[in-house]
Each structure stands twice: as structure tokens, then as C-alpha cells.
């Protein structure tokens, strides 16, 4: 028997219909979902400042070998 399901998962091919906002100049994009250039630059700003925090944290957490009085990983409980 020869199977006749779709070789792309769902959730792909949906996506390759789907039009999204992007902090990137293109021209494929419909115009509704173009954004300025100050917009574009305010979000590119945005994402690098967020970058730039999840880095951090996570070089604080490999330096951190020592409990902090307060804190606790998740799952467990505080006493």
C-alpha cells in the first residue's frame, strides 16, 4: 500500500501561505505588513537589547556555582 499523506508537516505548508510583519527590508512583503524604516530600526534595537540580556543571564547562571540565598530552580519548592 502506497502512502498518500503529504511528506510536509502541516504546520510548514501552512506557513509557507502565511505573510508576517519583518523587522528586514523586503519587497516580497505585502504592503500591509511593511513596516518604516524607524519602526524597523526602534524593533531591531528592541531585539538586540533582549539579546543582550538573555546573554547575560545566561553567563551570570555558568558563573553562579554558589546558591543564592532566595532564589531556587524551578520545579522545586521553596520551604
Do not use: K, W, Y
Amino acid at each position: 500500500m502506497i502512502n498518500a499523506a503529504p511528506t510536509t508537516p502541516r504546520h510548514l505548508a501552512a506557513a509557507a501561505d502565511t505573510e508576517q510583519l519583518t523587522l528586514l527590508p523586503n519587497d516580497s512583503v505585502t504592503p500591509r505588513f511593511r513596516l518604516s524604516r524607524d519602526t524597523r530600526e526602534r524593533g531591531l534595537r528592541h531585539v538586540a537589547e533582549i539579546r543582550r540580556m538573555l546573554a547575560e543571564r545566561s553567563e551570570a547562571q555558568r558563573n553562579d556555582t554558589a546558591p543564592t540565598p532566595g532564589r531556587f530552580d524551578v520545579g522545586h519548592r521553596a520551604a
